[in-house]
Structure formats: structure tokens, C-alpha cells
């Protein structure tokens, strides 16, 4: 049972036993980011208002 657990992770154990640190696994702020993005999508893709596009067009 420990050998089926540790074999896939091995080259892991032996880098952090050698002393390299790992990156710091932050998904939230991952996440967060990518809802910016699909925010801002969303926001740029959106029809523009008829009020809007004749002040456009007048200027």
C-alpha cells in the first residue's frame, strides 16, 4: 500500500529531500483572475446602447 502510494510521486520526494521548494499552489487566485478576464470578455462583446452609439456618432 505505501509503495502504490509513494511510487507515482517519487521524482517530487526526491526534489523536495534535495531541497528545492515547490511553487505555491494558489488556484483562488487563479480563479479570480480568470473571472476578470471572462468579465471583461463579456463586457467588450456587449451590445453598445443606442444613446450611446448617436453621442459616439455625433462627436
Request: glycine share 4%; charged share 20%; hydrophobic share 55%.
Amino acid at each position: 500500500m505505501i509503495a502504490a502510494t509513494v511510487a507515482p510521486q517519487w521524482q517530487r520526494i526526491v526534489r523536495l529531500a534535495a531541497g528545492n521548494v515547490e511553487p505555491a499552489f494558489a488556484p483562488l487566485s487563479q480563479l479570480a483572475s480568470a473571472e476578470r478576464r471572462i468579465a471583461v470578455r463579456r463586457w467588450a462583446s456587449a451590445p453598445v446602447p443606442a444613446g450611446v452609439r448617436r453621442l459616439r456618432a455625433a462627436a
